[in-house]
T-cell receptor
């Protein structure tokens, strides 16, 4: 069966520090991968998605970047964090080439920038 | 572009009573519709989806949803709510033309089930 791992679960970082959040998927090949952010309210915003190694699409301009160095690894990064980067970050995957499939989410990372 | 509306910020229901969480959507073509549930500080869990076929879709934990094309709605229902159903519920839509599986989420509805 497929599983998705996301870490760390919580993170407190000072303003201006770098960020690296990692997500890995097991049990599937060439998944579509996604990073979402959930702000303090509750809405989910798609930040990045990837359909293959090295292929990253950004949905909104921001202080963050994403990379996919391996087929089942997705990394969210920042060179210098802002207070506004605080939030709950969720990684997700879905099966490739299947438009009717659901997405499966990791357990999330609570990022607090202080 | 597609969009999803969840008109209720919060739904309160007594345990044992029926639960309904409303969702309306806007998308070109026939939509793919999903419901997810989120418990505090956890990721989203998939409940059910509508792709095509029968308008009544059954999912996990006794939940079901009814697709109504004329009203562009996809309301989530449970005949008898449990206290453990208290959580944040999200409706999501994917456009049929989207090849990359991107989901557009509603703002979420907090469900509170009281004993």
């Amino acid at each position: 069966s497929q599983t998705i791992h996301q870490w760390p679960a919580t993170l407190v970082q000072p303003v201006g520090s770098p960020l690296s959040l990692e997500c890995t998927v097991e049990g599937t090949s060439n998944p579509n991968l996604y990073w979402y952010r959930q702000a303090a309210g509750r809405g989910l915003q798609l930040l990045f998605y990837s359909v293959g190694i090295g292929q990253i699409s950004s949905e909104v301009p921001q202080n963050l970047s994403a990379s996919r160095p391996q087929d089942r690894q997705f990394i969210l990064s920042s060179k210098k964090l802002l207070l506004s980067d605080s939030g709950f970050y969720l990684c997700a995957w879905s099966a490739p080439d299947r438009r009717n499939t659901e997405a499966f989410f990791g357990q999330g990372t609570r990022l607090t920038v202080v | 572009a597609q969009s999803v509306a969840q008109p209720e910020d919060q739904v309160n229901v007594a345990e044992g009573n029926p639960l309904t969480v409303k969702c309306t959507y806007s998308v070109s073509g026939n939509p793919y519709l999903f419901w997810y549930v989120q418990y505090p500080n956890r990721g989203l869990q998939f409940l059910l989806k509508y792709i095509t076929g029968d308008n009544l879709v059954k999912g996990s934990y006794g939940f079901e949803a009814e697709f109504n094309k004329s009203q562009t709605s996809f309301h989530l229902k449970k005949p008898s709510a449990l206290v453990s159903d208290s959580a944040l519920y999200f409706c999501a839509v994917r456009a049929p033309t989207d090849s990359w599986g991107k989901l557009q989420f509603g703002a979420g509805t907090q469900v509170v089930v009281t004993p």
